[in-house]
């Protein structure tokens, strides 16, 4: 018998017994409208239904019940005064404390065994915790992050994500699939989190059962600025660049001097006839329409007229090696950073190859800079390593390099 089968087979005398038919049968009714809408709701939304909402659900459909079908009976038939005799108001308020009470339970009920479902079905993402036996049975296994904002730490080099960021990632179960083992799931967990949540750079640790003991992030820093070397500006100017100039070309400003600007006698030139003058040498960052982005010395950049038109020449030259290393850096999930070898550290005394980081230069304390060092070279104290890997793999350098870390870790 269904509870509202059973809420309608209570007679018209509010008798003990059927009081609590009542309120046990419109508890069940309010518990399972809880479970329905957690069913719901996790299935549209991906997340766990508000407390509230689920109550409010379970609630209003036995206030429904009481007042659309219980007060009607009764004010139709033949004991109409009785809707206000205080054993009806009581077991009506009883009922409805009731529903309220009881549907938490559904909620959470029906939203273990959405979760339970999805995760069997193979869904990508969860923000709770599946069953064991799903965990078990299941084509996934799932890989909890931290539970709080302020258990995800920032990227040390890159610019913090935002906090609305972290709050969303906070408590969420990501659910991968179960043949994943060591680096394998590190990768497709980092690349779910920069993926769905937009995310430039992720340090991510996890130990032998998948667990996370680390999460960082950093914000891939987006613009121009942070690619422009010292005494370098980018300017835009109105020009017209060749058909198959692209980024990264050498170029150089060229614009029209009539004789007039430049004092000569205009008899001697014939009319309308002018010459061309070299402003300025850069390289081409981008180019729309009559507008291209030229980068140029500072000095250069003062010379300019904003309401000149320019022609830019395009040079037949590669662009720096230091733009190139400096574009692929921004692409990818490495990054640069400078490690000072400590003395009485583990890397005191030890060999390059021993880093598991790529070694763009070594400073040594006396100040001479050695460009990709072979890997057999010995390190001494106040060497500053220039280094290129992933956050987690500098930040290990990072520990070996220090005098804490002891004498032999690292040999």
Not at 255 to 268: I, K, Q, W, Y
Not at 279 to 300: C, F, N, P, Y
Not at 370 to 390: C, K
Request: no cysteine.
């Amino acid at each position: 018998m269904t509870p509202l089968q059973v809420a309608g087979a209570i007679p018209d005398d509010p008798t003990l017994v059927s009081a609590g038919i009542q309120v046990l049968g419109l508890s069940a009714l309010a518990a399972g409208l809880a479970a329905l809408a957690a069913i719901i709701y996790r299935w549209y939304a991906r997340e766990e239904i508000p407390a509230w909402l689920a109550t409010l659900v379970g609630a209003a459909g036995v206030a429904l019940y009481l007042n659309a079908i219980g007060l009607f009976q009764r004010a139709v038939g033949t004991g109409a005064t009785e809707i206000f005799d205080p054993t009806t108001v009581f077991v009506n308020a009883v009922t409805l404390g009731a529903a309220v009470v009881v549907s938490p339970a559904g909620r959470a009920v029906g939203d273990r065994l959405t979760t339970s479902a999805l995760a069997i079905a193979g869904s990508r993402q969860l923000d709770t915790d599946v069953s064991r036996i799903v965990s078990s049975v299941g084509r996934v296994r799932p890989v909890e992050l931290p539970e709080e904002p302020g258990d995800i730490d920032d990227i040390e080099g890159y610019d913090p994500v935002r906090p609305a960021t972290k709050e969303e990632l906070a408590g969420k179960t990501l659910l991968v699939p179960r043949h994943l083992r060591g680096e394998d799931l590190r990768e497709r967990v980092v690349a779910r989190i920069k993926e769905d949540y937009a995310v430039g750079y992720v340090d991510l640790e996890l130990d032998s059962d998948g667990a996370v003991t680390r999460l960082g992030l950093g914000r891939r820093v987006a613009g121009i600025g942070t690619t422009l070397a010292p005494g370098f500006a980018a300017v835009a100017v109105q020009a017209d660049p060749g058909a198959g100039a692209s980024a990264g070309d050498a170029v150089q400003l060229w614009r029209r001097v009539e004789p007039d600007e430049t004092g000569a006698d205009a008899d001697a030139e014939a009319p309308g006839v002018g010459t061309a003058e070299r402003v300025a040498s850069g390289e081409l960052r981008a180019a729309g329409d009559d507008v291209a982005t030229v980068i140029l010395d500072e000095a250069d950049v003062a010379g300019l007229d904003p309401e000149a038109t320019y022609r830019l020449l395009t040079l037949p030259t590669d662009p720096g090696a230091e733009r190139e290393f400096t574009s692929l850096l921004r692409a990818a999930d490495e990054t640069m950073d400078v490690v000072t070898v400590q003395a009485g550290s583990a890397l005191d005394g030890a060999v390059l190859r021993t880093l598991e980081a790529t070694v763009a230069a070594v400073r040594s304390s006396g100040g001479g800079i050695e460009p990709i060092p072979p890997r057999s070279r010995e390190l001494a104290a106040g060497d500053d390593l220039y280094l290129v890997a992933r956050p987690e793999r500098l930040r290990e350098i990072a520990g070996l390099a220090s005098a804490s870390s002891g004498d032999g870790a690292g040999r």
